[in-house]
């Protein structure tokens, strides 16, 4: 009962971050039908920002409590600014040129960005992992028991609780936004018809851009915090986490914000619960194996809705 517990926590929390970037690419998905592929490694991107402005800081864990959080706070509003920037950059530089081309142009151009952005770091940061020391420690008993083997104790670290909370509270706040502000009923009236909504006064470009933005900005917090809780960064995390995130999304119902975090909940839980039940070797082809029977049996994800084809 107590491993159980303690890889649940372990799933809940690294799921938490598969959420946050699995957002962006349902929210850009949701308005102009495209999957933005560079967007794992805007996450990638984020997460160096966020190394750099600590290095600079000077940040430890031998600072205090409050300086701590306060280097953090400020660490994690540098970061989604300079990401989001960068986001808005490639929507206006290398997708609204090819908005109303073919379908696959845009998709080109995503994995061309995708490349780009990871040789730009590699190039810049070099190709070593970047590691850094745990700058928030400790945490929270929640149970412990004895085994065979010895006795064992289910630890809810406070780097585990910040990565939850802080994604339950963008989660939320992303789907108030949506629902009861301008610009969220502009996305909506965008992603039903945006010539209509063009007609209608909704300036779509703009729209659009502030979509990638909100995206890139919510991919910061998720490299600050992948950061933050494994301590070890390269170019190369951004396709990966890209890759799962995106199943993610598929997942849960592309175009849908529930269903990005539900999805990205469950990519996290199973990889976690396979690694520590089964192989670790094999924790993705079990995510995908998941995805795969979910698709067949709900082509359009958990919380996905069917496309109507209006004629």
């Known amino acids: 009962m107590e491993y159980f517990l303690q890889q649940l926590i372990n799933g809940l929390t690294l799921g938490s971050i598969y959420g946050l970037i699995a957002i962006g690419y349902t929210m850009v998905y949701g308005i102009i039908g495209m999957i933005n592929f560079a967007h794992g490694d805007v996450f990638m991107v984020g997460s160096f920002i966020a190394l750099t402005m600590i290095v600079i800081l000077g940040l430890t864990a031998a600072s205090g409590l409050g300086l701590i959080i306060l280097a953090l706070i400020l660490?994690?509003?540098?970061?989604?600014?300079?990401?989001?920037?960068?986001?808005?950059?490639?929507?206006?530089?290398?997708?609204?040129?090819?908005?109303?081309?073919f379908r696959l142009a845009p998709l080109i151009t995503a994995i061309g960005m995708s490349i780009v952005l990871q040789n730009f770091v590699q190039i810049t940061q070099g190709a070593r992992v970047k590691p850094l020391q745990p700058i928030v420690s400790g945490g929270v008993t929640v149970l412990q028991g004895d085994v065979a083997g010895g006795r064992?104790?289910?630890?809810?670290?406070?780097?585990?609780?910040?990565?939850?909370?802080?994604?339950?509270?963008?989660?939320?706040?992303?789907?108030?936004?949506?629902?009861?502000?301008?610009?969220?009923?502009?996305?909506?009236?965008?992603?039903?018809?945006?010539?209509?909504?063009?007609?209608?006064?909704?300036?779509?470009?703009?729209?659009?851009s502030?979509?990638?933005?909100?995206?890139?900005?919510?991919?910061?917090?998720?490299?600050?915090?992948y950061l933050l809780y494994y301590g070890?960064?390269?170019?190369?995390?951004g396709f990966l986490a890209g890759v799962k995130a995106f199943t993610a999304a598929v997942l849960g119902g592309i175009g849908s914000l529930p269903g990005?975090?539900?999805?990205?909940?469950?990519?996290?839980?199973i990889e976690t619960f396979w690694s520590g039940y089964f192989s670790?070797?094999?924790k993705d082809v079990a995510a995908f194996s998941i995805l795969a029977i979910v698709l067949i049996f709900l082509p359009s994800g958990l919380l996905g809705r069917p496309e109507v084809e209006k004629v």
């Open 75 to 101: 660490v994690l509003v540098i970061a989604m600014v300079f990401t989001s920037v960068w986001g808005w950059t490639v929507e206006r530089l290398a997708y609204r040129p090819l908005r109303g081309s």
């Open 152 to 208: 064992i104790v289910v630890q809810l670290s406070y780097m585990q609780i910040i990565i939850i909370v802080t994604t339950v509270t963008l989660m939320a706040a992303f789907s108030l936004l949506i629902a009861k502000t301008p610009l969220g009923r502009a996305q909506r009236a965008c992603e039903q018809d945006a010539k209509m909504a063009s007609l209608l006064g909704v300036n779509v470009d703009r729209t659009i």
């Open 210 to 225: 502030l979509t990638f933005v909100m995206g890139a900005a919510l991919a910061a917090v998720a490299g600050t915090m």
């Open 280 to 282: 670790v070797e094999y």
């Open 232 to 237: 070890v960064i390269d170019f190369y995390i």
């Open 260 to 269: 990005a975090m539900l999805g990205g909940l469950l990519i996290g839980l």
